[in-house]
């Protein structure tokens, strides 16, 4: 069974994104049936381009981290402390296929404690499949791209958000902003590779950097609380700046 790509006329994306070790890893999950047809684009990231398909009728999402041209620096500094990597060794391929591992746990976990997501399906090497947050093969917008008929109800929704994964699945996602939300019905968090556990060394900076980037984005949309009121009240602490 061979691995049909549709929609990658494009020589620098089949450059960059298939290679050998990517195609290899590909064929492994069409033939455990994860997936049938990889369909065409639904976005291209700074570390990874992800594709539309689908199994069994329904579609998915699938993430193939750049294994050329993935920013090598960039992906340590945020597994640096992260004790459940502890053992990776520092050569890229290796690094990346710790990150795609690290998203898909991440996931994982902000499932369990009930954030809306996209549902982790499975990871192998470079590639993370997920459920597809879309309507047909549209995805869903990000919410930088959304007229909001209620601002101030979203604003509320996230901040609950950033609460519960930091309470429930203590998680800080470490790069929220509205490019890393998705909007239907309510906020979906995407992006979660980078995403850090509460007991990492940068995770409260972390942290208040994303409270901050939901308040600039809200701040001319409706009435926001304070940055450390909010980064007080998610963590418990009494400070003036993490």
Same mark, same amino acid.
């Not at 710790?98 to 192998?124: H, Q």
């Not at 601002?151 to 509205?178: F, M, R």
């Given at each position: 069974?061979?691995?049909?790509?549709?929609?990658?006329?494009?020589?620098?994306?089949? %450059?960059?994104? #298939?290679?050998?070790?990517?195609?290899?890893?590909?064929?492994?999950?069409? &033939?455990?049936?994860?997936?049938?047809?990889?369909?065409?684009?639904?976005?291209?990231? @700074?570390? /990874?381009?992800? #594709?539309?398909?689908?199994?069994? $009728?329904?579609?998915?999402?699938?993430?193939?981290? +750049?294994?050329?041209?993935?920013?090598?620096?960039? *992906?340590?500094?945020?597994?640096? $402390? =992260?004790? +459940?990597?502890? &053992?990776?060794?520092?050569?890229?391929?290796?690094?990346?296929?710790?990150?795609? @591992?690290?998203?898909?746990?991440?996931?994982?976990?902000?499932?369990? /404690?009930?954030?809306?997501?996209?549902?982790?399906?499975?990871?192998?090497?470079?590639?993370?499949?997920?459920? #597809?947050?879309?309507? $047909? %093969?549209? !995805?869903? !917008?990000?919410?930088?791209?959304?007229?909001? %008929?209620?601002?101030?109800?979203?604003?509320?929704?996230?901040?609950?958000?950033?609460?519960?994964?930091?309470?429930?699945?203590?998680?800080? &996602? /470490?790069?929220?902003?509205?490019?890393?939300?998705?909007?239907?019905?309510? !906020?979906?968090?995407?992006?979660?590779?980078?995403?850090?556990?509460?007991? &990492?060394?940068?995770?409260?900076?972390?942290? *208040?950097?994303?409270?901050?980037?939901?308040? +600039? #984005?809200?701040?001319?949309?409706? =009435?926001?609380?304070?940055?450390?009121?909010?980064?007080?009240?998610?963590? $418990?602490?009494?400070?003036?700046?993490?």
């Amino acid at each position: 069974m061979g691995v049909r790509i549709k929609d990658t006329n494009d020589l620098k994306v089949r %450059e960059d994104v #298939f290679d050998d070790v990517t195609l290899l890893a590909l064929y492994k999950l069409v &033939h455990k049936k994860w997936f049938s047809v990889l369909g065409g684009s639904i976005s291209t990231g @700074k570390e /990874a381009n992800v #594709f539309y398909a689908e199994r069994d $009728g329904v579609g998915v999402a699938i993430k193939i981290y +750049r294994i050329r041209t993935a920013n090598f620096t960039t *992906m340590s500094s945020y597994i640096a $402390g =992260d004790r +459940r990597f502890s &053992h990776v060794k520092k050569a890229k391929k290796e690094l990346i296929f710790a990150w795609t @591992k690290k998203e898909f746990s991440n996931l994982v976990r902000a499932r369990d /404690a009930g954030i809306a997501v996209p549902e982790p399906l499975v990871w192998d090497r470079n590639i993370l499949i997920m459920s #597809f947050l879309g309507d $047909g %093969e549209i !995805p869903y !917008p990000q919410l930088r791209n959304v007229e909001l %008929e209620d601002p101030a109800g979203t604003y509320a929704q996230i901040l609950g958000t950033i609460d519960t994964l930091y309470k429930k699945a203590e998680l800080v &996602h /470490a790069d929220l902003s509205e490019f890393n939300i998705l909007y239907s019905d309510k !906020p979906y968090l995407i992006d979660m590779g980078q995403s850090v556990t509460r007991d &990492h060394p940068r995770a409260l900076p972390f942290l *208040m950097r994303d409270i901050r980037n939901v308040n +600039r #984005f809200f701040k001319n949309r409706c =009435d926001i609380r304070n940055d450390v009121e909010i980064f007080n009240a998610v963590t $418990g602490l009494d400070t003036a700046e993490p």
